[in-house]
């Protein structure tokens, strides 16, 4: 009943138009796009009887559709189990590009180290690439050689691990299980669960029940969690992270509640306010432009 196939490593722009109309010649009635920046109204126009799905954007079609979801969380978790691994309060993290996604995960594992750490600073490295192993070994290096006795990530391969195992300081990734890398510096990670999504939406397609939303999966619904944790991760830390993350199912606690201040001490968001996915410009996951206070680094990149 499904044919699917796939093509990896296209570049937005010409690469990418020229692989979407071949599929489309192929007979491909449904396309996901798997990473930023890929589909939007314009090109979803171009081919209205194909059903469209982007990962991790805003723009909704008749026949395109946004998914995403609360990784923030998950992030914000493993960030805890940073914080109550570093001894100096001076972690460092590897990011990808300076936009709003990243920028919230950065903000979220800040926080999450804060609160097991009080104090903590986490130090940025931008690398400008997902995926990136060469550029991502230096930048960890860069950050031990700075101070960092904990390295956290939100890019896609295990080269932060493979350094933090040969420099013997704990690690924490991201969207994958990846301890096979670094068994003796793993920690954790926040990953995603994309297959139930997935899925679902196909057979919707199938059946002709198919319409265009934006998702936003939580812990609650299966979307995101976290990574085994590694061999050095204590009970009491593995409790107050199992604690955190019930308050989040159950809404009692959100990472993005105000009193929220930026680097320079400006307070961001109210006493009280929740953070919105999309509504609140600048204020909201999806505009987020800001690094929170103790962060260093520019979220320009």
């Given at each position: 009943k499904?044919?699917?196939t ?8 010409a ?6 109309a071949?599929?489309?010649n192929q007979?491909?009635k449904m ?10 109204k314009?090109?979803?126009?171009k081919y ?17 559709s946004?998914?995403?979801g ?5 992030v914000f978790l ?8 570093s001894?100096?309060g001076?972690?460092g993290?590897?990011?990808a590009?300076?936009?709003?996604e ?10 999450g ?18 995926f990136d192993?060469?550029k ?5 290096q ?6 960092a006795?904990v390295?956290?990530?939100n890019v896609d ?5 493979q ?9 924490v990734g ?5 301890e096979?890398f ?29 319409k265009?939303g ?17 061999p050095?991760v204590?009970?009491?830390t593995?409790?107050k992270?199992?604690a955190?993350m019930?308050?989040i ?14 680097q320079?001490?400006k307070?961001?968001v109210?006493k009280g306010v929740r ?11 999806y505009?987020m432009?800001?690094?929170?206070k103790?962060?260093i680094g520019?979220?320009?990149?």
């Amino acid at each position: 009943k499904v044919q699917t196939t796939y093509k990896e490593n296209i570049a937005v722009g010409a690469q990418l138009q020229q692989t979407v109309a071949s599929l489309v010649n192929q007979g491909y009635k449904m396309i996901f796009g798997t990473s930023y920046g890929y589909f939007d109204k314009a090109l979803a126009a171009k081919y209205p009887s194909v059903l469209f799905e982007q990962a991790t954007g805003t723009d909704v079609a008749k026949n395109l559709s946004e998914y995403f979801g609360a990784a923030e969380d998950t992030v914000f978790l493993s960030g805890m189990a940073a914080g109550a691994a570093s001894k100096t309060g001076d972690i460092g993290y590897v990011v990808a590009y300076p936009i709003p996604e990243v920028i919230r995960h950065a903000n979220a594992f800040a926080l999450g180290a804060q609160l097991m750490h009080p104090g903590a600073k986490v130090h940025l490295v931008w690398t400008n690439s997902w995926f990136d192993p060469a550029k991502e070994k230096k930048a960890a290096q860069s950050l031990h050689a700075a101070g960092a006795d904990v390295l956290g990530q939100n890019v896609d391969s295990p080269a932060t691990g493979q350094f933090a195992e040969s420099a013997a300081i704990p690690w924490v990734g991201y969207d994958s299980n990846a301890e096979k890398f670094a068994p003796k510096s793993w920690v954790t990670a926040a990953v995603y669960n994309w297959g139930a999504y997935y899925l679902k939406r196909v057979k919707e397609a199938m059946a002709g029940t198919w319409k265009s939303g934006f998702y936003y999966g939580t812990i609650k619904d299966g979307f995101t969690g976290l990574a085994p944790y590694g061999p050095d991760v204590s009970a009491a830390t593995k409790a107050k992270i199992a604690a955190k993350m019930k308050a989040i199912e159950d809404g009692s606690f959100y990472e993005f509640t105000g009193p929220l201040y930026d680097q320079t001490g400006k307070l961001r968001v109210k006493k009280g306010v929740r953070m919105q996915v999309l509504s609140g410009g600048t204020n909201s996951l999806y505009g987020m432009n800001w690094l929170v206070k103790g962060v260093i680094g520019s979220p320009k990149g």
